[in-house]
């Protein structure tokens, strides 16, 4: 005890007093966020199940459906979101070397990708709501766009399929505008010079949450839109 | 000096990875304009798992992170399959009763009533409801 007193005195600013040490404070800080994370993934896996249940029951009403979805949009997104991963990425490599314009640069450029996720995906939700695809009892599709008679789509258990795509892209859109939230945030504190190579664990855990939305979009891409 | 052992990944191989996802990207959405049949799905979900290993181990770092954090990934992602696989014995083997046995459920234990009736064995079943 008496030799953690003297270590009192030369405590960075950051270092809550109850940690030992910096890095035992970054490890903590992360171990959590990684646990968090597997809960996160628990959450999705329940919406992947349902998909994997109606999708073994329906097969083919499945990949009719998923017709309507546009792929292109969906690649769009996907490139989008691979993109936004990359200067996370950047981000945290950045604040590892102290380079804080740049860091603010990159993390920036990830809200601004984010952003354009978000409005692709408003487009794909009105596109549909506008031919009374929504999700549950008032599903309703009718007139045509792109080529297709979205009457033609109102088969048994085609409901299913966009109930499950709207409350799976759902969830995980409201994930992407958290994500938009937090990076604002951790923006406004790198602008401060809050973050070094001494402390940067915000970047750190909110780039992990941030590469986690990345994967759960990696898999939800080609089991909606693709195959 | 508390931070100079983690691990600074160059930026060199995180644009390396970017360019191994967006290849991984086109690849997945080539393969699924080519009807394969069953192929379709595996082909799909095997891509996007080399994918998100990738964001995992160089992105998120796990290669170079503490590996107590890989065993609570690992565990995570292990109780995922228990889920699904668990989920599936009971879904996937549902047989639909209705297209397999004709008529209904009082009619078909009549039918075996009188097949008892006619027929009862060596030892004789009490006869249910």
Known sequence: MAEASTVTA???KHLHPHFVSSEQQFDAAKMGMWLFLVTEILLFSGLFV??????????EVFSHSAELLDWRLGGLNTIVLLASSLTVAMGVHYAQTNERKKL???LILTICFAAVFMIVKYFEYTGKFAHGVFPGVNFDPHGTAGGHDYAA???PFAAQFFSIYFVMTGV????VLIGIGLFSWIVIRANKGHFSSEYYTPVEITGLYWHLVD????FLFPLLYLI | MAHAEHHITPKKTLIQVFVALITLTAITVFAAQMDLGPLNVPIALSIAIVKASLVVVIFMALKHDNRMNAVVFLVGAVFVVVFLVLTLFDTAYR?????TVEGTI?????????LRARDPGPTPVPPSQ
């Open chain 1, 104 to 106: 603010v640069r990159a």
């Open chain 2, 95 to 99: 047989g639909d009763l209705p297209n």
């Open chain 1, 215 to 218: 994967i759960i979009w990696i």
């Open chain 2, 106 to 114: 009082m009619e078909e234990q009549a039918e075996q009533d009188a």
């Open chain 1, 172 to 175: 995980h859109g409201l994930h």
């Open chain 1, 153 to 155: 789509y109102n088969i």
């Open chain 1, 50 to 59: 349902a998909y994997t249940v109606f999708r073994i029951w329906y097969p």
């Open chain 1, 10 to 12: 030369d405590r960075p």
